[in-house]
């Protein structure tokens, strides 16, 4: 599975931002997706996980209510819906995809290359 995060950009705050990422392989539909976050200087966090068959969603409590999590399973594409933005979530944002449902990890086992939001206030 190979993926491709795009869609980041420079937003003022209150903004809104769509990341998205797309997945190649047929095998998308039965992953786990996933949007992490690094920003400069600190540890990468986890932000919204969305399950294949479910579409059950979990979320970091800094991002609840304002940003959202889906997917496209013919489109093999997770979407992140970004609204509301605040100058912390300048980050690096990046997608991932594991088969299992490892909520509070990070092994997973593919990465997208990270697309950078930067949010001034």
């Known amino acids: 599975v190979q993926l491709q995060a795009s869609g980041g950009g420079l937003v003022q705050a209150g903004g809104s931002l769509r990341l998205s990422c797309v997945a190649s392989g047929r095998i998308f539909r039965t992953y786990v997706m996933a949007w992490f976050r690094q920003a400069p200087g600190k540890e990468r966090e986890f932000v919204a996980a969305?399950?294949?068959?479910?579409?059950?969603?979990a979320y970091a409590d800094s991002v609840k209510g304002r940003l959202t999590i889906s997917r496209d399973n013919y489109k093999n594409t997770v979407y992140l819906q970004m609204n509301s933005l605040k100058p912390e979530d300048t980050a690096v944002y990046y997608c991932a995809a594991d088969p299992r449902w490892i909520l509070g990890r990070q092994d997973y086992d593919y990465w997208g290359q990270g697309t950078l939001v930067t949010v001034s206030s």
């Open positions: 969305i399950s294949w068959r479910t579409s059950f969603t």
